[in-house]
């Protein structure tokens, strides 16, 4: 079993930065971060998987960093340049596979934290 805790969240003016952090009880091959908008569908934002390049969804490119400290069992995402867009729930998402189907795949993901709130706005 893995727990997942997020933390960072918070109230930015557009243009700003924010640095998530999901603290686990242990890594996972597949790590990533998700987002929620209201009222609409839950998405993937970025992941880690393997060792290979990082994954970005298009309209975070440029802008959003993942990454993994395993020392401390701990996956970040860096978020700088914020848009009222990005507002949202994010979520950390752990997989008990290889995301071998796909990293965007919420069905990849077995681990989910509780999530942390995000709001872009003037």
């Known amino acids: 079993q893995v727990q997942l805790v997020e933390s960072g969240g918070g109230s930015v003016q557009p243009g700003g930065s924010l640095k998530l952090s999901c603290a686990s009880t242990?890594?996972?091959?597949?790590m990533g971060w998700f987002r929620q908008a209201p009222g609409k569908a839950r998405e993937a934002v970025a992941a880690?998987?393997?060792?290979?390049?990082?994954r970005y969804i298009d309209s975070v490119k440029g802008r959003f960093t993942v990454s993994k400290d395993n020392a401390k069992n701990t996956l970040y995402l860096q978020m700088n340049s914020l848009k009222p867009e990005d507002t949202g729930m994010y979520y950390c998402?752990?997989?008990?596979?290889?995301?071998?189907?796909?990293?965007?795949?919420?069905?990849?993901?077995?681990?989910w934290g509780q999530g942390t709130q995000v709001t872009v706005s003037s």
């Open positions: 880690i998987v393997g060792d290979g390049p990082k």
């Open positions: 998402a752990a997989a008990g596979g290889f995301c071998s189907g796909g990293w965007w795949y919420e069905s990849e993901y077995n681990y």
């Open positions: 242990r890594m996972k091959y597949c």
